[in-house]
């Protein structure tokens, strides 16, 4: 993951705040991609049109509330964090829209109209069975993660998802090393038993028992 040079970060936020469109510009063109990867990562069910919508609101949110970001952490690092939440919100929106009978659009479009930028996703070519077992163990482990809930489902979103460092989530989450540490070892644990309790149900159901 690329990573800034402190000072002109803080010298081009600084801009920010004082109201400079150019300098909103250059720190969108900076993490915008970025961003984008990261929320593609964190459901295997994402269209790029959800991923827009998400990285939008993500960015939103960094412009009504950049006075309250603390520049001893990364601005990436924060903007992950924001991005996570928003990505769970709308995740919950579209579950409590399928359950209303409502259905999500997927648009072929991958690009943003309005900023002409363009989300990367990580591209790969694997075998057709390889990227339905990908996926199946992608859909395991998203549904793991909702029911472990935080404060676990973020420190392990912002580990594996958004590959960050114990220090950069120390700084995020306002957390020690050794807090770090030992909550994402026990929340990887935990995470681990409900993988498991989860693929044994699904096996049970395909491979029913003899009555």
């Keep these: 993951m690329p990573v800034m040079n402190p000072a002109p970060e803080a010298n081009l936020i600084a801009r920010c705040r004082q109201g400079e469109a150019a300098a909103w510009d250059a720190l969108f063109d900076q993490h915008y991609v970025a961003a984008g990867r990261f929320v ?29 970001f603390n520049l001893k952490s990364r601005f990436q690092t924060w903007l992950f964090r924001i991005a996570a939440n928003k990505a769970r919100d709308y995740r919950e929106r579209q579950h409590a829209a399928k359950r209303g009978g409502g259905q999500t659009v997927i648009s072929l479009h991958t690009e ?24 199946e163990r992608m859909a395991v482990l998203r549904q793991a993660l ?16 958004g590959d960050l460092s114990y220090e950069e989530i120390s700084q995020t989450l306002s957390l020690n090393l050794k807090t770090v540490s030992s909550r994402l070892s026990k929340c990887l644990d935990r995470l681990e038993e409900i993988a498991r309790a989860i693929y044994s149900r699904e096996e049970s159901s395909v491979f029913p028992s003899n009555p």
């Design 40 to 68: 593609f990562q964190l459901s295997p069910d994402f269209s790029r049109e959800d991923v827009e919508e998400i990285c939008q609101e993500a960015f939103l949110s960094v412009i009504k509330n950049l006075e309250s």
């Design 112 to 135: 943003n109209p309005e900023s002409g930028l363009v989300i990367d996703p990580p591209s790969a070519s694997p075998a057709a069975d390889a990227v339905l077992m990908n996926a």
């Design 146 to 161: 909702d029911q472990l809930g935080e404060p676990c489902q973020e420190i392990i979103e912002l580990r594996y998802f």
